[in-house]
């Protein structure tokens, strides 16, 4: 039985490859997509402004042939700036013999489009920021508790002039994370305008997230600043407790030092109010929720 069943496999397998072998032996009109190489530019010149960055080319030919075409190594469709400098415009069909992966067992049918036209100027180079493309979302309870840090944060980039005073960034291919709850360290690939070269393709991108918690710092004793001579500033009360947002690690190293209140005379000095609301600096990274008591009483001595 098991003799049979190998025998039956054996059947169909070269008949599937005979049915295969009799159709590629035929004639097939197919459209062939390829990138568009310029060769032959004139030293440290590079290419700006061209009209197209592939070209379709329609063969026909044995099926054999064309397969080869489609399982090797993908071709580009190569023109001749012919090392002169300023606008080209090149008729592609012109371009075929040059090609050779284009042999003549094919009759190329369509070209499309039929001609580009491009630049061929001085390359320079300038320094320019990477500009990460990023969709974050955290998981309940969690949230960012660092700066997004890239790394290199900027790349040297080089081409024609025409085409290097219109980037002033480049950016990453977007990247899209769900649910985190944990530091990210990630590599990004850069995204490289047409006509450019950069010094590098990848950048690092790195950033901590932690459990979001709260805490109460209480009795942090708000200062007096720019009170001028013979002129005194007292506050009732002269304490509050700030109630903090912020990440569970950060948080738990703060203390009252960590906090800072204090009103300043010239800012309230206008105020025909006798409360005010101190002015507070926290440390990064933390947000505040709350302060008790919202409002000071404020009273200035004249002496």
């Known amino acids: 039985m098991k003799s049979k069943v190998v025998t039956l496999s054996f059947i169909i397998l070269f008949s599937i490859f005979l049915w295969i072998s009799v159709s590629l032996s035929e004639n097939f009109i197919v459209t062939i997509k390829a990138p568009i190489k310029v060769t032959d530019l004139p030293i440290n010149n590079g290419v700006s402004n061209i009209s197209a960055d592939e070209v379709f080319i329609q063969l026909k030919g044995n099926g054999w042939n064309l397969a080869k075409i489609f399982l090797g190594t993908p071709e580009e469709f190569s023109i001749s700036a012919r090392r002169k400098l300023g606008k080209h415009r090149e008729q592609l069909r012109s371009y075929v013999e040059a090609n050779q992966w284009i042999t003549s067992s094919f009759q190329v049918i369509e070209i499309s489009p039929p001609s580009i036209e491009f630049s061929v100027g001085k390359i320079l180079s300038k320094k320019v920021k990477i500009a990460p493309i990023l969709n974050l979302n955290y998981k309940d309870g969690f949230g960012l508790v660092s700066n997004l840090k890239i790394s290199p944060d900027s790349v040297e980039i080089y081409g024609p002039g025409t085409l290097l ?27 490289v305008p047409q006509g450019i070269e950069i010094n590098r393709r990848t950048c690092e991108l790195q950033f901590e997230v932690q459990k979001i918690v709260e805490t109460m710092i209480n009795n942090i004793v708000i200062e007096s600043l720019n009170v001028p001579q013979l002129k005194e500033m007292d506050f009732y009360p002269n304490k509050i407790s700030v109630t903090l947002r912020g990440g569970i690690q950060r948080l738990g190293k703060i203390t009252r030092d960590s906090i800072r209140a204090y009103i300043n005379y010239w800012d309230v000095i206008n105020d025909d109010g006798k409360s005010v609301k101190p002015k507070i600096e926290i440390p990064k990274y933390t947000s505040i929720l709350n302060v008790e008591p919202k409002y000071i009483e404020l009273i200035i001595k004249q002496y």
């Open 165 to 191: 005073k219109n980037i002033d960034s480049i950016v990453t291919e977007p990247l899209q994370l769900q649910n985190i709850s944990e530091n990210i360290r990630d590599e990004l690939n850069l995204v």
